[in-house]
């Protein structure tokens, strides 16, 4: 069986027409066809069954976030080739988190998922900047408080912090969208950018077990692939795994 090559450069630009051998591919290949896979079958209009079942076999992955050898093993990779980076980018698995302001730091939710979303439109110094999805590599939404010259009423407002993979960092407030969907095993969520009730903190993952995650996708495949080509067609199927 083979996948289709989506990590092309830094970016997550796809290269076109290029398959590998699932056996051997890596876990940037592996996640970018199976993310892939999902959003067409959303945007058909597939059975919510088969979504769930290939978004439980990806994005419930055991992961991890990048620790310090981890860094160091990815810095390294970056100075000998330009391309490729051990974090899966946002719009094939990213982990979620929101909780309570304050001090309470309640978790209300924590998932995995595919971000349906293509930009982010930030206000930062009188500038307002498109972000496409694909560069970040952190984001959190805190919420801040200040109080206004002659005034003593306290006045909140939305800061977000957005760091990219070539390193750049931007604070501001998020212009759009209202709010960041998701594909998840439990079916669509949504995390609203500027809710004053709760905090966002997004981060790209690490997956630990590559292998299980290889296995499982080709059971999936082979067990669904008639139905994955009666939604898609053959053609369109192949745009992600070929068998």
Request: net charge neutral; with cysteine.
């Amino acid at each position: 069986m083979d996948a289709k090559i989506i990590r092309g450069n830094l970016l997550g630009a796809p290269i076109s027409g290029n398959y590998v051998n699932i056996d051997n591919a890596d876990v940037g290949v592996l996640l970018g066809a199976a993310a892939g896979l999902a959003k067409t079958l959303f945007i058909a209009g597939a059975a919510a069954g088969i979504i769930q079942t290939l978004l439980h076999i990806y994005a419930n992955v055991e992961t991890k976030e990048e620790g310090e050898e981890e860094r160091v093993k990815r810095e390294e990779n970056e100075k000998k080739e330009k391309a490729g980076q051990e974090l899966i980018p946002w719009g094939t698995l990213v982990q979620v988190v929101s909780w309570r302001p304050k001090g309470l730091r309640k978790i209300n939710r924590k998932f995995c998922g595919t971000c349906l979303n293509e930009t982010i439109t930030i206000a930062c110094d009188s500038h307002n900047l498109i972000i496409p999805i694909s560069q970040i590599r952190g984001y959190q939404n805190s919420i801040k408080e200040h109080f206004k010259l002659f005034s003593l009423r306290r006045h909140f407002y939305h800061e977000a912090k957005i760091t990219l993979f070539d390193g750049s960092i931007y604070r501001g407030k998020i212009e759009s969208p209202e709010k960041f969907d998701f594909l998840t095993p439990i079916g669509n969520q949504s995390i609203l950018i500027n809710d004053f009730l709760t905090e966002t903190c997004i981060k790209n993952v690490v997956v630990k077990d590559v292998e299980l995650l290889r296995v499982s996708m080709i059971k999936f495949i082979e067990e669904n692939h008639k139905k994955l080509e009666d939604y898609l067609g053959k053609e369109n199927l192949e745009q992600f795994f070929r068998t």
